[in-house]
């Protein structure tokens, strides 16, 4: 079974810049989670998917950031514009039901430098 | 209240060795804790998770010990080898949350031969 795909997995931007991350959940999988891991931190969530419908994006910054997931498939996160603060690893995972807990399953992350 | 407290920040053990790793929450609506094992460049793995129902949980060389009373679990690596040197994160999630996995700040893990 093929895991979650996350592209890029680098980003190098500057400023102001914008810049988007794609995330492939596993198959079968309706929810799926965008979290922002900082350095030398856990990650933090950012935004929450049950299939199409965002149903907890109160950690998202809506100024400059904004997701989709179309279709209840792919999901794509986006910065715009770009901050030095942005600067972390963005990692998406996804969940289906155990019968007693979600686990969830994460992908690679995407590492983006904001200079 | 979110807040789930992690310590040691990192932690050197010899091979074959006990490494111990302890996490506190305050929230009693917490009733799912998880640990993640997170190697360089890749994303965290779920190794072993507990609920408060039960004060210990044993997966392999893998355990948690699990204090309700307290409001702290614990993981601990018997026979600790070199290819468990990584950063682990212990977690809380509960329904009311809505799976919400709450975090602490890591651990990271160095086993030397």
């Known amino acids: 079974e093929a895991g979650v795909v996350q592209s890029p997995r680098y980003k190098i931007i500057e400023k102001k810049q914008p810049v988007a991350f794609w995330c492939n959940p596993i198959?079968?999988?309706?929810?799926l989670y965008w979290y922002r891991q900082n350095l030398g931190q856990g990650p933090e969530l950012l935004i929450r998917?049950?299939?199409?419908?965002?149903?907890?994006d109160s950690q998202l910054p809506k100024d400059r950031f904004s997701a989709e997931r179309l279709k209840g498939v792919d999901s794509t996160l986006k910065i715009q514009p770009a901050e030095l603060g942005d600067s972390a690893v963005y990692l998406c995972?996804?969940?289906?039901?155990?019968?007693?807990?979600?686990?969830?399953?994460f992908g690679p992350g995407t590492r983006l430098t904001v200079l | 209240q979110q807040q789930v407290k992690q310590s040691p920040q990192s932690l050197i053990v010899q091979k074959g060795g006990i490494s111990i790793i302890n996490c506190a929450y305050e929230?009693?609506?917490?009733?799912?804790f998880p640990w993640y094992q997170q190697f360089p460049g890749k994303g965290p793995a779920l190794l072993i998770a507990?609920?408060?129902?039960?004060s210990e949980k044993k997966e392999g060389r893998f355990t948690i010990s699990f204090n309700k009373s307290a409001k702290q679990f614990s993981l601990h690596i018997m026979d600790s080898q070199p290819g468990d040197s990584a950063t682990y994160f212990c977690?809380?999630?509960?329904?009311?949350?809505?799976?919400?996995?709450?975090f602490g700040t890591g651990t990271r893990l160095q086993v030397f031969p």
């Open positions: 977690a809380a999630s509960g329904n009311w949350n809505t799976d919400k996995l709450i």
């Open positions: 929230n009693t609506a917490f009733d799912y």
């Open positions: 998917y049950e299939n199409e419908e965002a149903v907890d």
């Open positions: 198959s079968g999988h309706n929810t």
């Open positions: 995972a996804s969940s289906h039901w155990q019968g007693s807990y979600n686990e969830q399953f």
């Open positions: 507990i609920r408060p129902d039960v």
